[in-house]
């Protein structure tokens, strides 16, 4: 019987890396749901993913990058 393949590191960290963007999705579309049902206005957003980098007009580096 043949060996399975190992996975690579990369590999690993960048399927990783995808999950955790789609489930960071998910709970800001969760969010922006239960405040609008709720009766109130969602946040502006500014395409960062981090609120407080509005004002800022450096990138903001993700971690995994790092």
């Known amino acids: 019987m043949a060996a ?3 996975q690579t590191h990369a590999k690993r960290a960048r399927e990783l890396a ?4 789609r489930e960071r999705k998910r709970a800001k579309k969760a ?3 239960a405040q609008r049902a709720g ?3 969602p946040a ?3 395409g960062s993913g981090f609120p407080e980098a509005e ?4 990138a903001v580096t993700p ?3 790092r």
């Open 39 to 41: 009766g109130e206005a």
């Open 18 to 21: 995808v999950k955790e963007r």
């Open 31 to 33: 969010e922006a749901a």
């Open 44 to 46: 502006a957003d500014n």
């Open 63 to 65: 971690e995994w990058i």
């Open 55 to 58: 004002g800022r007009a450096e």
């Open 4 to 6: 399975k393949k190992q």
